[in-house]
């Protein structure tokens, strides 16, 4: 597994190691998500929709929206005559989703289905918006998940995507290192018991990992151009540790 990972995070067994480790995760993700980006994340989303910019009426897709916050935001900002619906292959993922849904009052609904992003069961050309927040770093095919993303966009349509990165700064870069190696695991060990799944590495020990060989900045800006996408942007928050990147289906938007 360590090797494969060095040769471009993909390894035998990934699909299933990854929707076991969110099966197991999923009643305290949001939780640890606060803890280990010290709250930022929060900040990291209002970023997206600055970018998405006016997105009233529209119909949004959230691929991999796991316990669904990206999908709520996109509610809230579409209003009634918006449609959301978040994707996610985790079915606990999806629970935790559900299960705050009736805490929000959102102006519309969100429709939450399972499915693989890697072979989405939607038409082609359907959605305004499509958003994903740290998923790519879990699929075993980076360049097919996005060229999903491209075939459900309509013409002109944006998708907005964040995922960890590395600072390129040296001094950041070590204590990004420290942090990764030694808070996340400690953190982590505080709730994922240290407990290996399939055999493989305990859950928080996958977040420090799967950025080892992930593409990021302009390597992952290719992978959204090779899709198809133009007009394509990274932006770099928190000082390298995540990356958001837009990008257009090129055409005229309806
Ligand atoms: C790190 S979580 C991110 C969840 C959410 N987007 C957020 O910002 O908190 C990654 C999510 O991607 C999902 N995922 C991984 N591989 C997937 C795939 N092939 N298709 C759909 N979802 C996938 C996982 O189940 C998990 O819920």
Redesign the pocket.
């Known amino acids: 597994m360590e090797e494969d990972k060095k040769a471009g995070n993909q390894f035998e067994g990934k699909?299933v190691y990854?929707?076991d480790v969110?099966n197991d995760i999923a009643p305290y993700y949001d939780k640890m998500?606060d803890i280990m980006s010290v709250g930022m994340i929060k900040r990291w989303h209002k970023f997206m929709f600055k970018k998405a910019g006016d997105i009233t009426g529209f119909s949004v897709l959230?691929?991999?929206?796991?316990?669904g916050?990206?999908a709520f935001i996109s509610a809230r900002k579409v209003g009634p005559g918006g449609r959301v619906t978040g994707?996610?292959?985790?079915p606990a993922?999806l629970e935790m989703a559900k299960q705050k849904v009736g805490d929000l009052d959102l102006p519309t609904e969100v429709e939450f289905v399972i499915?693989?992003?890697?072979d989405m069961e939607f038409g082609d050309d359907l959605f305004d918006l499509v958003t994903?927040?740290?998923?790519l770093r879990?699929?075993t095919d980076i360049q097919k998940?996005v060229n999903e993303m491209y075939r459900v966009l309509k013409p002109g349509g944006l998708a907005v995507v964040a995922e960890l990165a590395k600072p390129r700064n040296r001094v950041i870069q070590w204590g990004h290192k420290v942090y990764l190696n030694r808070v996340v695991p400690f953190w982590g060990r505080k709730y994922d018991k240290g407990k290996v799944i399939d055999g493989k590495q305990p859950a928080y020990d996958w977040l420090t990992s799967s950025l080892e060989g992930f593409p990021y900045g302009p390597e992952m800006l290719g992978i959204f151009r090779n899709a198809g996408f133009t007009d394509a942007e990274c932006y770099v928050r928190s000082m390298g540790a995540v990356n958001i990147y837009v990008v257009r289906k090129p055409g005229k938007a309806q």
């Open positions: 699909d990854v929707k969110f998500n959230d691929v991999g929206t796991g316990t916050e990206l994707l996610d292959i985790t993922m499915g693989d992003a890697l994903s927040g740290y998923m879990n699929v998940a």
